[in-house]
DNA sequence: CCCAGATAGCTGTATCGTACAGGTAATTTT
DNA sequence: AAAATTACCTGTACGATACAGCTATCTGGG
């Protein structure tokens, strides 16, 4: 029993280690892929438009509740989507205090470049990777995805 | 033979999917369990901490190699962590330009008592899962930061 | 052995992503 | 209809990082 409850706490630990490198690594990737696809449009830009891709138009409150990021962000973030025609804001009909943002079909298309050199990103880096490790990686991150997440609405 | 292509492709959007959200949620979760162990040591003194535990003492050039930053970045985080005691600094005796960093003891404290908040976090976040689960998820991160790693060093 | 070039580290400056505090306008509650 | 809440924006600040340029030191070819 004690020896399970150690076995526990060493994996703990290397999920901690792990994820910690990746998310350092995963940093420096980025920024070193820079000046290519990197440049079409930084982080924020990305995870916003993916999300107005996958969920539609939404107020700047809906984004930022759903990003875990303040209001004020999202805002500016916005406002240097729409100055590259990425977006665009219309009032929301239903309450005149919001703006709905849309992902313009530039913005789509230029989200879809991005994704997709990601994605190439990708073969390459697991190029040795046979299918099925690359299937069990894919569902461990989604499901480790939605325990954070969980954890991080219930509070 | 299509359908393999095909297959491939997906799973590597996904992967790209998760990795993304993985370092959204990773962020905000860092930022929101603030004020606790967070601000006790932020991320880059974690991780230079980390290293330095895992690697023993040396200069500023290895840590920024190590981990792909730039020198100037180092200098500054381990200005921070000289100035709060978390690492010292001594002459390189064999290199009078290095200073070699090292990390004191109540640096190594700080980073384990970080370290144990983080792996308490995981257990929370992860206790519906099964160990043999965890252990595929480490296994899965491990050897996806090899890749990253790899691919990093390569460029 | 000496100087030219490389290297180690530091400092100045700039950028990005983010938060918090405070403001205004619109909406909802009582 | 007054009070409280909400949505968004703006001012300001901070942390993490990069790049350029500086000084001190080291090293290898003449």
Redesign the pocket.
């Known amino acids: 029993m004690s020896e399970d409850v150690h076995g526990t706490e060493v994996t703990l630990g290397r999920i901690e280690t792990e994820v910690a490198l990746l998310m ?1 690594l995963g ?2 990737t980025r ?2 892929t ?1 000046t290519m696809e990197h440049r079409l449009l ?4 990305y ?1 916003i438009l993916r999300h107005l891709d996958a969920a539609g138009p939404q ?6 509740a759903r ?14 989507l729409q100055r590259d025609g990425l977006i665009s ?1 219309t009032p ?1 009909p ?8 849309s992902a313009t079909a530039a913005g789509l298309q230029r989200m879809a470049a991005v994704r997709a050199a990601r994605t190439r990103l990708y073969g390459d880096i697991l190029a040795a990777w046979p299918e099925a490790d690359r299937e069990t990686l894919a569902d461990m991150l989604h499901r480790l995805n939605e325990a954070l997440d969980a954890r991080t609405r219930r509070r």
């Open positions: 350092r940093e420096a920024r070193g820079g930084d982080r924020a830009a995870v107020n700047v409150s809906a984004l930022a990003l875990s990021l303040d209001g004020s962000t999202v805002t500016r973030q916005v406002s240097a804001r929301d239903a309450d005149g205090r919001g703006t709905v943002i």
